[in-house]
């Protein structure tokens, strides 16, 4: 078993690379099908999500070659029908994308029910409700999603909660449908707009992605492209979450600063220096926070992919904060671990109450989640003394070399097999 070891009380000094982001190159990869040609999709981060998602797009007969820069090409033109095994699509939330990109292109499609972080009951009643005001069929039986039709008609689809994957997946859906198809209430976030973009850059007709009403034109079909994927703002987040508490003086490259507002602006409530530049963004700490309240929300409100890392933090500053989680449910899970460290956290529902501690202390901890085993990361290179953590598998589910560059900012960090 593959463990994390961090010797913890450094600051972090240096630059850092922020790598391809994670939540928009999961549904690329699977749009590819729609194009039913050959497709490069550049600036992909070496993560095993991305490994997944490129195991299933194999086993459904696309021919994939991922290069260590993060070039995929991807061939999807002797697919000729999609039914995704159970085995890979239950380890991935993402798999689901292959619905909205397979009912598209094939009017047929079956995927195993999604698998992904356990972070609440995570429903796909608006993914599917959007699929049958299109036209389509859906079924759920023994464990599988079977989505078919004779046509897709564009329509107005109202969305009753604000869904990231909801929006991609019925944007992929109707982007070859009959006429217009509008989405109302509309997720806005970065990763939204930079699956538009590519399904634009392979001929689709979709506006308004990034606000709340996306319009949609039925094109005939599409065809194959070469595109790059925006950076990752939640990596980018994480590092810059990290260094306010450890201190020190880090530049974080390769980000898009305007995605990044909302972090920016409540590290500089807790009294962190953050300067933005063009596409990079520095931060600046002596490492002595002040205690702030977060909401998350979707974009741009702060995001729940930030709110553990920003826990962590949390804990060693001086005052009270108060985090409160109101996109999913139980998203809360490792702050027991955190407490194992020394934090003083009280969680009551979808709220967490943090009382700023002096200082957190290096413990044996288990990564739960993905973004759970990243504030434990965080809370390492805090604490004092060393920290060890389990189930690390979660964490290079969505970060790429990161201890390598954690290294690199004069972190002590390591990774054991034992
Ligand atoms: C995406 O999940 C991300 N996952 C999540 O990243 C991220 O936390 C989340 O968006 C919010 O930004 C991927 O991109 C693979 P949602 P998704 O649909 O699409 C409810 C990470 O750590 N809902 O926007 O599943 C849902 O229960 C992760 O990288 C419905 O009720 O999120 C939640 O409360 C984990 N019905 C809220 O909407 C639906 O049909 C937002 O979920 C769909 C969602």
């Given at each position: ?48 999500d ?39 699509s ?58 078919r ?36 209430n ?19 007709d ?39 508490a ?25 009294s ?12 600046i700490?002596?490492?002595?926070l ?99 953590i ?11 070399n ?17």
């Open positions: 078993m593959e463990k994390i070891i961090i010797e913890g009380g450094y600051e972090l000094n240096g630059a850092v690379e922020v790598s391809g982001f994670k939540n928009a190159a999961l549904p690329i990869i699977p749009a590819s099908i729609l194009a039913g040609e050959r497709c490069v999709v550049e600036n992909l981060p070496m993560i095993k991305i490994f997944c998602i490129s195991n299933i797009m194999s086993s459904i007969g696309a021919d994939i070659e991922l290069n260590e820069n993060g070039t995929m090409v991807i061939d999807t033109s002797k697919i000729t029908k999609i039914v995704a095994p159970y085995d890979l239950r380890q991935i939330r993402a798999s689901y994308y292959l619905l909205g990109a397979g009912l598209s292109r094939f009017k047929e499609v079956e995927v195993a029910y999604p698998g992904g972080c356990d972070i609440g009951t995570r429903p796909i009643d608006q993914h599917i409700k959007g699929f049958e005001a299109l036209g389509a069929k859906v079924d759920i039986e023994h464990g599988v999603i079977k989505c039709a004779d046509k897709l008609v564009g329509t107005k689809i109202y969305l009753d909660v604000v869904s990231v994957g909801a929006t991609i997946n019925i944007m992929m859906a109707a982007v070859c449908a009959e006429g217009r198809t509008t989405i109302e509309a997720a806005k976030e970065p990763h939204v707009v930079d699956v538009a973009n590519y399904l634009n850059s392979m001929g689709a979709v506006k308004g992605a990034g606000t709340d009403v996306i319009r949609i034109e039925g094109v005939e079909k599409l065809h194959g492209c070469t595109y790059s994927v925006i950076p990752d703002q939640i990596e980018a987040g994480t590092y810059l979450v990290a260094v306010a450890t201190g020190g003086d880090v530049l974080v490259k390769n980000v898009i600063p305007k995605h990044l507002e909302s972090i920016i602006a409540k590290l500089r409530e807790t962190a220096n953050i300067i933005e530049y063009d596409d990079s963004v520095r931060v700490s002596n490492g002595k002040v205690g702030v309240n977060v909401k998350t929300l979707p974009y741009p409100g702060f995001p729940t992919d930030l709110q553990q890392p920003m826990a962590a933090i949390l804990s060693i500053a001086e005052g009270s904060s108060v985090i409160t989680e109101s996109v999913f449910e139980a998203r809360f899970k490792y702050i027991d671990e955190l407490k194992r460290m020394g934090a003083n956290i009280k969680v009551d529902g979808r709220v967490a109450i943090i009382e700023g501690v002096k200082e957190l202390t290096g413990a044996r901890v288990r990564a739960t989640d993905l973004r759970a085993g990243v504030a434990l990361v965080v809370a390492g290179l805090i604490a004092k003394g060393k920290t060890e389990d189930d690390v598998f979660h964490i290079d589910r969505g970060y790429e990161i201890e390598q560059k954690l290294l690199g900012l004069g972190a002590k960090i390591y990774r054991v097999n034992r």
